[in-house]
Structure formats: structure tokens, C-alpha cells
């Protein structure tokens, strides 16, 4: 097991895509999370998986209990804001009736999974039902109202008409129906972020069972860090029925040098915000003015 400050413990770390076409051509990076979870439900692993599917505005997430591959299809790609997937388990245990839940969230929500597993006030029963929970990696998000903003002030179109919408190689692309595609600097997108997210002290997800992103390996692959003993048996059974086609993460360009220090800065940075927010009364939990 390799622990690290800033990447968590990890069994193993390699660069992956799903050897599914049909998985692939609507995933975000190489598919790793629909391929694992319909990999899952195929083999009962779990029952079901909350993800975030399609809501009622576009790239507006709604947490969805998926029991079929079809519905794990509908809710490929990433959605630049908040889906509370997390307020969705009693929901898949409770109304969907799921033993085995599969959860898929950013490290935030990683970090509500495992705290409600460890004091489950309100969600007796639950904890054991987790079966296997994906963290997805996430420098920042950003509130619903600034995405709709950011799209139609600085990629001069509504976001109805966006087909992807992606952050990588220092750059927020915006993809178009039209084949137009747009590349705004970080530097323009920073402002419309969340502001909880400059406290927050985790960039890979290091409490998921497996936790993946794009930041280290190519253009549609994925790098892939597996965690937990239960992550560690999933993956090896999905490697063994040939699910993923996988590479030593030394191997590949820009590799996890870059994910260290993406991890490495984040943190850092955060950290500082934390300091500094401590110093007029918040960030380090509540005060009592009277003591
Ligand atoms: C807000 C945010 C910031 C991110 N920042 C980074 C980053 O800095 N570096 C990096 O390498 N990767 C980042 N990612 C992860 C990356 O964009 C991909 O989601 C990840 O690589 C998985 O790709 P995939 O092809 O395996 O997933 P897919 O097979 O496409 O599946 C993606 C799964 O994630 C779910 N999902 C989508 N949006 C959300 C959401 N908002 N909340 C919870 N679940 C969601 C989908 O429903 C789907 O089940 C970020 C993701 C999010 C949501
Ligand atoms: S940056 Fe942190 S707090 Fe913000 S969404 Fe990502 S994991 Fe959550």
C-alpha cells in the first residue's frame, strides 16, 4: 500500500479506458466510472448506482438511482456544478429497495459517505449497503448560475447548445452541437468558482474504494488510483473480464508527477485560505463569542 500526504493511501495506480466503444463515446475521460458500475450491476456487485443524471435545465444535475446500463448511459460526462448525490442514498436504499449501492461523487461527497458510514444519525441500516463508492478527482466547482454565466459571457453561446464541457491543460473547454470549441483561461473562470471549494483539502478523492480523472494521462484515458480492499477486489475482477485496457502509469506522459503536484497546490493553497479565514473567526469550526 503506497501512502502519500497529498494522493491518500492507494493499492495501485495506472492509467486506464474502458474497452467498451459505446461506453467511451459518451464518457467524460476513458469511461472508468459507467464501465465500472455496469460492470458491477452485471456481475450484483451492486443493485444500483446513484450518479447524476439529466435534470430539468442543461448540465443541470439531478442524483439518480440507476438499475440499468442504459440509465448508467444517460448520465455519462461531467456536470460543472453540484449534484447531491449523497442525499440520495436513504432514497436508494429506502424507496429503490437496494442492498448493494453504488455511489459516485466528488472527494467532498467521498467524505460525507464515509462520515454517515461511521455516524449513520439519520441513516440506520445504511452503511453496510454501501458496495462500492467512485471518487471522481476536483480542483473546483462552481454554482449552476455561474455556469449558465461563464458559457454565454465568455463562450458567446447558451448552454443548450454545449455538447461537453471539460477542464484540463489549464484551460475550461466548452464543446458546441456546431463543432465550434471554445478554450477560456483558468484565469477568467476562477472568480465564478464556489467558494467552499478554497477550504476544501482533497484533489483525488482519497476515501473512495476507487477514485479517478484525466489530469495525468491522455486525452481519453483516465488515471486511476484503486484504495480500498474492496476497491482492490472490484477492479481485479473487472481487469480479469477485460473490462479496462490498462497501462503502468510510468509509463504515459504527463503521468502522476503532475497529479502530485496538482494535488500538492490545491492543498497548499487551500490550507493558507484556511489560515487566513481563521484569523477573522471562521474555517476552523465554530466560536463561542461568550467563552
Ligand atoms: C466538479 C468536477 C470537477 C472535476 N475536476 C477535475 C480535475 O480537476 N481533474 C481531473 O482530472 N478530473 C476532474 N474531474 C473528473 C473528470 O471530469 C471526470 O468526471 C472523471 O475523469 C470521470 O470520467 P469517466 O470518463 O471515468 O466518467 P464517466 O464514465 O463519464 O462517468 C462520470 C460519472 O460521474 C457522474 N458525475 C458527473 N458530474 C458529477 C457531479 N457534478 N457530481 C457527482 N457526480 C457527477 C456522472 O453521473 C457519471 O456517473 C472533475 C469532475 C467534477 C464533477
Ligand atoms: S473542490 Fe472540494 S469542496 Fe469543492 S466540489 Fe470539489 S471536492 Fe467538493
Not at 17 to 22: K, L
Not at 154 to 171: F, M, Q, R, S, Y
Amino acid at each position: 500500500m503506497v501512502q502519500d500526504n497529498f494522493l491518500g493511501n492507494y493499492s495501485s495506480c495506472v492509467a486506464a479506458r474502458s474497452t467498451n466503444r459505446a461506453i467511451l463515446a459518451g464518457s467524460q475521460d476513458g469511461g472508468i466510472v459507467t464501465q465500472l458500475f455496469a460492470f458491477a450491476l452485471e456481475e450484483g456487485i451492486i443493485d444500483g448506482a446513484i450518479v447524476a443524471g439529466p435534470g430539468d435545465e442543461p448540465w443541470r444535475p439531478r442524483p439518480m438511482v440507476a438499475t440499468s446500463v442504459a440509465e448508467l448511459y444517460a448520465a455519462r460526462g461531467t456536470k460543472y456544478n453540484i449534484s447531491p448525490n449523497v442525499s440520495f442514498i436513504k432514497e436508494a436504499t429506502r424507496s429503490y429497495g437496494l442492498d448493494r449501492v453504488g455511489i459516485v461523487g466528488t472527494p467532498c461527497q467521498m467524505q460525507a459517505v464515509r462520515k454517515g458510514q461511521l455516524y449513520p444519525v439519520g441513516l440506520r441500516d445504511v452503511p453496510d449497503k454501501i458496495a462500492l463508492a467512485i471518487g471522481i478527482f476536483c480542483m473546483e466547482n462552481f454554482p449552476y448560475q455561474s455556469i449558465v454565466q461563464l458559457v454565454e459571457d465568455h463562450a458567446n453561446t447558451k448552454l443548450e447548445n454545449v455538447t461537453k464541457l471539460d477542464i484540463g491543460k489549464g484551460k475550461f473547454w466548452v464543446y458546441t452541437e456546431r463543432g465550434a470549441v471554445v478554450q477560456l483561461p483558468l484565469k477568467i473562470t476562477h472568480k465564478y468558482e464556489q467558494p467552499g471549494c478554497h477550504v476544501c483539502l482533497d484533489y483525488v478523492a482519497n476515501l473512495a474504494d476507487i477514485s479517478t480523472g484525466s489530469v495525468g494521462t491522455p486525452d481519453g484515458w483516465s488515471t486511476v488510483f484503486v484504495r480500498s480492499k474492496k476497491g482492490t477486489d472490484i477492479w481485479s475482477k473487472a481487469m480479469a473480464a477485460g473490462c479496462f485496457e490498462t497501462k503502468p502509469i510510468e509509463e504515459v506522459k504527463p503521468g502522476i508527477e503532475l497529479v502530485t503536484k496538482l494535488a500538492t497546490e490545491k492543498i497548499t493553497k487551500n490550507r493558507k485560505t484556511i489560515e487566513e479565514r481563521s484569523s477573522f473567526g471562521v474555517g476552523k469550526g465554530l466560536r463561542n463569542p461568550y467563552i
